[in-house]
């Protein structure tokens, strides 16, 4: 690989998740150049990217942006045109998965397992419920459990919802309202083709949202997950399978429900996320390492197996030829 190469690293942008992008693409950027990369650029997106890019005329594009419009297929467009390679997922992709109902019929018709729902004019919850409660409404088309609401049957936004309660209704014209899935959250990387680990994620309050998954210590994260062996295989078999229908490029992180009631029939994919966070809480780079350290650790051992048996081998050949004493044998059969 060519170390060489003018790599710009696309942070920031105007979107929801703008400050999560920042700290990804100066991580991303730290490690390029710790790694050897010799000409890295970091350049916080504004609406004049186009021009700024031109100018500085990259080789490749590290696409360090989340949400809108770094992963909805906006800048995989411009950079299409522009003829500008970029890493992450291509247009046709990032335009899908983005969108939870475009996802939903690429991915049930395969088997692969997401909570019915329909998406509703945010106007309508004011005077009844699009479903029985409880229930979960969220943006069709954003990522990182921005703008996500549970509506529990005690009434905690109101019953109806009430126009004056902050929340999702107020801030999108459209939403996407599904069934709650009780049980555990949990999330399958895949990194080219394959699936890394298991996560499970167990907020320290509350569910895993915006601030839960972005601030230290609000959650912990188990992994590779405590469940059983057939479960965390089935998870990584759909989100392999999800990545490659998708045709997700480079990394994605599928997220998960599981009813653990249910057993394998208890497990939901919620979505996919095709430009996965590289923050120091990032899920990408934590499955990534303890794969690693698993990998290292098989490898050590099968070198000492292998340094074992080799040295086996050669003592019973030098034994044969007579270089080398045979182990005594025991005192019983000496004074046998």
């Not at 309660?165 to 999330?187: C, H, I, K, M, S």
């Not at 996560?199 to 590779?224: M, N, Q, S, V, W």
């Not at 078999?237 to 998708?246: T, Y």
Request: charged share 25%; proline share 6%; hydrophobic share 40%.
């Amino acid at each position: 690989m060519n170390k060489d190469l003018h790599v710009v690293v696309l942070m920031g942008g105007w979107g929801s998740e703008r400050e999560v992008s920042l700290t990804s693409g100066r991580g991303v950027a730290e490690a390029l150049r710790t790694g050897g990369w010799s000409n890295v650029t970091e350049l916080d997106m504004d609406r004049d990217v186009a021009r700024r890019l031109a100018e500085i005329r990259p080789d490749v594009v590290f696409n360090a942006l989340h949400g809108t419009p770094g992963e909805d297929g906006t800048v995989q467009g411009m950079l299409d045109l522009m003829g500008i390679a970029y890493t992450h997922s291509a247009l046709e992709t990032s335009v899908i998965a983005i969108d939870k109902e475009l996802t939903k019929m690429v991915l049930v018709p395969h088997g692969i397992r997401m909570p019915a729902g329909r998406v509703i004019e945010s106007e309508t919850l004011f005077s009844q419920d699009p479903m029985p409660r409880p229930y979960v409404l969220k943006p069709v088309n954003e990522g990182s459990s921005v703008g996500v609401a549970i509506v529990t049957p005690d009434g905690n936004y109101g019953n109806p919802i009430g126009r004056d309660v902050p929340g999702p209704w107020n801030e999108f014209d459209q939403l996407l309202a599904e069934p709650f899935v009780r049980g555990r959250e949990l999330t399958v990387a895949v990194l080219g083709d394959e699936p890394l680990a298991v996560t499970e994620l167990r907020p320290k309050a509350g569910f895993y949202d915006y601030a839960a998954k972005y601030t230290d210590g609000l959650t912990e994260h188990i992994c590779p997950a405590k469940v059983p062996e057939e479960i965390a295989a089935a998870m990584l078999d759909m989100a392999a399978l999800a990545h490659r229908l998708l045709g997700c490029r480079g990394a994605s992180r599928s997220d998960f429900r599981w009813d653990d009631e249910q057993g394998e029939a208890g497990i939901f994919l919620l979505e996919v996320n095709t430009q996965p966070g590289m923050t120091p809480l990032g899920l990408v780079p934590e499955q990534a390492k303890v794969r690693a350290d698993r990998l290292r650790a098989i490898g050590r051992a099968a070198h000492c197996r292998g340094a074992w048996g080799a040295r086996g081998r050669m003592n019973a050949a030098r034994i044969k030829r007579g270089t080398r004493k045979a182990a005594p044998r025991s005192a019983a059969k000496r004074s046998a």
